[in-house]
């Protein structure tokens, strides 16, 4: 039988058919992607007629800011997977759906398996209820408190997140209102940068908080894909580095 062919639009997508060992099935992908595949053009302006040339069974699609992509997709023909996740929960749910899609039930069925015994794992080895108070800066102009699964990551991960709900969007914040949070953390993780940014970001824009930075690459707490279990093991162990 031949293997379905599929062109992953999102890096998140794109990482969890890695993760499901279908990486040999993904025939494009976009310039934002992690894979050296052919590529369609970016996350938000991909080209329809390359996708089509590239004769997909399946188009992956992710996020509020590609519904109009998906749309227009469906209305060329193609079939299209798409999931927007916004708790922890979900991205989870996601690696089942995205699994069933690329024909692969099983192998969604044991990376979830693989993943909820990682972040149990992590639950065993962190503090109690009272865990330290840690600010993630998703975007820093103006400066915006990570949201959708950030709040469920850092509560994974041992810590306390006063500054958005678990499921809602990123929200813009100022000095003052992080300031009187006294976060012990704070975590840096700019979208499109990777781990490229200054730990010295919060101090040269002016904000003086008494919490120890750490960046880390954004692709470890922005995407919903496998990555976000990585990226919660990396905040255990920075909010606990004497854990073993």
Not at 119 to 138: F, K, N, W
Not at 220 to 233: A, F, H, M
Request: proline share 7%; net charge negative; hydrophobic share 35%.
């Amino acid at each position: 039988m031949e293997q379905p062919r599929i062109v992953s639009l999102a890096p998140s997508a794109t990482a969890t058919l890695a993760a499901l060992g279908v990486a040999d099935r993904v025939v494009g992908v976009t310039a934002h992607c992690e894979l050296d595949r052919p590529t369609v053009g970016g996350w938000l302006n991909p080209d329809y007629e390359t996708v089509a040339d590239l004769d997909p069974d399946l188009v992956c699609t992710s996020d509020g800011l590609q519904r109009e992509i998906r749309d227009a997709l469906q209305e060329r023909g193609h079939r299209v997977h798409h999931h927007e996740p916004s708790r922890l929960d979900a991205v989870l749910a996601g690696f089942k759906s995205l699994a069933a899609a690329a024909g692969v039930d099983d192998a969604g069925e044991q990376l979830v398996a693989d993943c909820r015994q990682r972040l149990d794992a992590v639950s065993e080895t962190v503090g109690s209820d009272d865990g330290p108070v840690v600010y993630c800066e998703e975007w820093s102009d103006p400066p915006m408190a990570a949201g959708n699964w950030v709040p469920d990551a850092v509560d994974a991960a041992g810590g306390r997140y006063p500054f958005v709900d678990p499921g809602d969007r990123s929200q813009e914040v100022d000095h003052e209102a992080v300031a009187e949070t006294d976060p012990d953390h704070a975590v840096l993780h700019i979208c499109g940068t990777g781990d490229s940014v200054s730990a010295d970001r919060l101090q040269e824009r002016g904000w003086s908080l008494d919490a120890e930075v750490h960046v880390v690459d954004d692709s470890l707490l922005n995407q919903p894909s496998p990555k976000l279990i990585d990226g919660i093991e990396l905040l255990s162990q920075r909010l606990y580095p004497n854990q073993s």
